[in-house]
């Protein structure tokens, strides 16, 4: 079985400070880690994924991931908030399944950046 | 290249009825994923479909169903509506099959569900 784990329901972090939104995951075999966001009344938009390869992954608008095989944690991180940031964050690992492509998210976590 | 596309944006249905949502995937991408948003339980899977057939199937009763065209468009059905259906239903897309990132998926803005 696999999943995801968002500690924190709720981030505040002042504009230009660094941020960081956690998540630990649980899966058989080797993961498959995503995060994406959502803004109010929106879908869901891909910010970046790990599959193999550096545990450092760079995404989109500035956010990177680092994946940490030992921890089970794969945090999203940015080196200098913006107030447009603020937004619902999630954190996803896709089914262990063979053949599998369905995704499991954690509860999300609001990062809200105070100008 | 357009986004993933789900119509209607917003249903009111009443207990009992029936509901089909739609989506259209981005074009080349022959997965399309299922997903119901709710506050208390969260995003949830619901079903993928890839070349027309139903490929994985989350822990939904079977009054959710749903099937994919030829064309990798898809539908989703929710028969006999209950109060607790109430949700964002959102659709997801990717290539599918093999490459570097066949397994992105690409989110729609949803279908608002709300069952009186």
């Known amino acids: 079985a696999q999943s995801v784990a968002q500690p924190e329901d709720q981030v505040n972090v002042a504009e230009g400070n660094p941020l960081t939104v956690k998540c630990t995951y649980s899966v058989s075999g080797n993961p498959y880690l995503f995060w994406y966001v959502q803004y109010p009344n929106r879908g869901l938009q891909f910010l970046l994924k790990y599959i193999t390869g550096d545990n450092l992954v760079k995404g989109s608008y500035g956010f990177e991931a680092e994946f940490n095989k030992s921890q089970t944690s794969f945090h999203l991180k940015k080196p200098s908030a913006l107030v447009s940031d603020s937004a619902l964050y999630f954190c996803a690992v896709r089914g262990d399944q063979t053949g599998a492509n369905n995704l499991f998210f954690g509860t999300g976590t609001r990062l809200t950046v105070i100008p | 290249k357009a986004g993933v596309t789900q119509t209607p944006r917003y249903l009111i249905k009443t207990r009992g009825q029936q509901v089909t949502l739609s989506c259209s995937p981005i074009s080349g991408h022959r997965s399309v994923s299922w997903y119901q948003q709710t506050p208390g339980q969260g995003l949830q899977f619901l079903f993928e479909y890839f070349s027309e057939t139903q490929r994985n199937k989350g822990n939904f009763p079977g009054r959710f169903s749903g099937r994919q065209f030829s064309n990798s468009r898809s539908e989703m059905n929710v028969s006999t509506l209950e109060l607790g259906d109430s949700a964002l239903y959102l659709c997801?897309?990717?290539?599918?099959?093999?490459?570097?990132?066949?397994?992105?998926?690409?989110f729609g803005a949803g279908t608002r569900l709300s069952v009186l």
């Open positions: 997801a897309s990717s290539l599918g099959g093999s490459g570097e990132n066949w397994n992105i998926q690409y």
